[in-house]
């Protein structure tokens, strides 16, 4: 190979210069503009001495052609010799193309530096903060939730990582959450799977990290990169929750952040829940009032004082909180036997409206016996449920359905999707059959017969974008509201959606439950963001094994229309080995936020309930 010639290096040595940016391209302005003013002002000193004396020697003419070289205009007023003349002008000419070079490549490097400011790319100072990585719909739930949490306080932070463009998820922040009071949020544009990005993020001095679940083919590839990004980083560990999309992919999560990461089964959650509100109407508004931040959320405290007492009798002991279980040796019992002793290390498990308001009440308000009624609950025997549409959850769903139904119980799936009721053999109380059935026509939904069902599910289709598939179950959902209206037939209809917006749309419907899955799941990872021993407290309600929520008629408790204290629905549930949380007043079910649902009432305040009434309890299935 030949030797690099000398202009060849001079020209690697130029090219390796005006590739550092726009300092070097000043800086060879510079020269240029100091090698013009230089030869112009020597030649003048040169050619017309009489005007070099007019402008008082080599200062005078070094400023004379600085300022032409600077301001090309000042050459229109020049009077002299034709040379002096003619040198000024060569000094304006050129002094033009510099300056308009320079003003050029100033404008682009303010354009370039904007640019990288507009992507954000400063290195977070804050401490304590709460960190989100990645970018899904849930985002919005979760910033709203932690929001309201932390409105009381000053200072809070939460800063997310995602690669999308700063500007735009600042828009949609601002969009779809609103002021955020004292709560700062700052965005960052980067990839969480890269830890030069992470290190944007000041982890070490982070309270807490989300990993989101993002949209699009294969998720929780992203995810578990992102959790061995967070694993094998150097410096601290704030504690971790994530979303896992599928339940087959959990044990590589789990492997991948290891023991202290809090996993999310967004399936499993969102399938449980859907069942548990297909067999219990209401079951979802009492888990999302549970989940959120505005109303009463779950606590545990030690009382030392409680120590020694039956957990049945112990049910009465807050006037403004409620027990619904007890934490031993990191061990979760959500309405445990009601002769359990609670022991000086317990941790009792209460709903409350904030920690602050958790006091022993003055002394056990006593049960009104006369208003006390002990109707036994009806045993259901086989049952027919109908789902119409179908997605990869709907084998989950029906698993789920198994454990619960009698046997002999039959569940339909009505849909054209191609993979409708595939992989669920081995059922036990469950018989499974397939109906071809466009579930928006209302001659399709007919000819199925829906009076001879107990329950209908309809589920969101995955093989459209979320927004057309919302718009899809609401043209069911509508069909079968006016067939109900119509046909005087009767059947609790549960509907799957994914964006929170359609509510307000579904509830024209008055489907007995929605549920929002996107929505559920930002609730869990909010709530275990801020208190990350509650996740074996969800998972234990979200759990068919143990006990679980039911409204159940309020006049098998107490006696229908009677002024009673809830201390005495309380006394009713504990007889049957229950923990009454609430109740649901059903001329309000169509009201929202709260869709009639009270939990955590005052002990001592009195309320009718109806026969169409609920209590909520706390009860195994």
Request: glycine share 8%; hydrophobic share 45%.
């Amino acid at each position: 190979m030949s030797k690099a010639t000398f202009r060849e290096r001079s020209r690697y040595w130029f090219d390796n210069t005006m590739s550092r940016g726009t300092a070097a391209l000043i800086g060879w302005l510079a020269v240029i503009s100091v090698a013009l003013i230089v030869v112009v002002s020597g030649l003048v000193l040169w050619l017309t001495p009489v005007e070099a004396d007019k402008h008082h020697g080599v200062a005078g003419v070094v400023w004379a052609t600085l300022m032409r070289t600077l301001s090309p205009g000042k050459v229109a007023s020049d009077t002299g010799s034709a040379p002096f003349v003619a040198l000024m002008f060569v000094a304006s000419l050129g002094g033009l193309f510099i300056v308009s070079a320079l003003v050029g490549v100033l404008a682009n490097g303010f354009k370039e530096r904007f640019e990288q400011l507009r992507k954000g790319r400063s290195r977070i100072i804050e401490r304590g903060h709460i960190v989100v990585l990645g970018w899904s719909d849930q985002v919005f739930t979760i910033v709203r939730e932690l929001v309201e949490a932390h409105a009381s306080r000053r200072g809070s932070t939460i800063a997310i990582l995602a690669d999308l463009d700063k500007v735009a998820m600042e828009d949609a922040l601002r969009t779809h959450v609103g002021d955020t009071g004292r709560t700062k949020v700052v965005c960052r544009t980067g990839r969480p799977v890269e830890p030069a990005d992470l290190d944007l993020m000041n982890l070490d001095a982070a309270g807490s990290v989300v990993v989101l679940s993002p949209q699009g083919e294969d998720p929780d590839a992203h995810v578990i990169k992102t959790l061995l990004a967070l694993d094998k980083r150097a410096g601290g560990h704030p504690p971790v929750v994530a979303a896992i999309a599928s339940t087959g992919n959990m044990a590589a999560a789990r492997l991948a952040g290891g023991p202290a990461v809090h996993l999310v089964d967004s399936d499993d959650t969102a399938s449980r829940l859907i069942v548990q509100s297909s067999r219990q109407s209401g079951t979802s508004v009492v888990c999302m009032d549970l989940l959120d931040f505005s109303g009463d959320e779950i606590y545990l405290r030690s009382d030392p004082s409680l120590a020694g007492t039956e957990y049945g009798r112990a049910l009465s002991a807050y006037q403004t909180a409620t027990v619904i279980g007890l934490r031993r040796a990191g061990r979760v019992m959500l309405n445990p036997p009601m002769d359990t002793v609670i022991a000086a290390e317990d941790e009792i498990i209460v709903i409350a409206p904030d920690d602050s308001m958790i006091h022993l009440a003055d002394g056990m308000p006593k049960a009104q016996e006369d208003a006390i009624v002990m109707v036994e609950h009806d045993r259901p025997g086989p049952e027919r449920t109908l789902v119409l549409n179908w997605n990869g959850r709907g084998r989950q769903i029906i698993r789920c359905l198994d454990g619960y139904a009698a046997p002999g119980s039959v569940i339909d799936v009505a849909s054209d999707h191609p993979d409708a009721a595939t992989g669920v053999e081995g059922l036990v109380n469950l018989t499974v059959n397939v109906k071809d059935c466009e579930t928006t026509d209302r001659y399709a939904l007919e000819s199925l017969g829906l009076g001879v069902y107990q329950h209908v599910i309809v589920l969101s289709d995955d093989r459209y974008d979320a927004a057309h598939a919302d718009t899809r179950t609401l043209m069911t959902l509508l069909q079968l509201r006016d067939m109900q209206s119509t046909l005087g037939e009767r059947y609790s209809i549960v509907s799957e959606m994914h964006d929170e917006n359609n509510r307000a749309l579904a509830e024209v419907t008055r489907a007995d439950d929605i549920v929002i899955s996107d929505t559920v799941i930002g609730l869990l990872l909010a709530q275990l963001t801020e208190n990350q021993h509650l996740a074996e407290v969800f998972g234990h309600l979200f759990d068919s094994r143990g006990s679980e929520i039911y409204p159940r008629p309020a006049n098998r408790y107490v006696r229908a229309g009677a002024p009673v204290s809830f201390a005495t629905v309380i006394e009713a549930a504990r007889r049957r080995g229950e923990t009454a949380i609430g109740y649901r007043l059903a001329d309000q079910v169509s009201e929202a936020p709260h869709f009639g649902v009270v939990l955590n009432p005052d002990k001592s305040r009195l309320v009718r309930l109806g026969p169409d009434d609920c209590v909520i309890v706390l009860a195994e299935h």
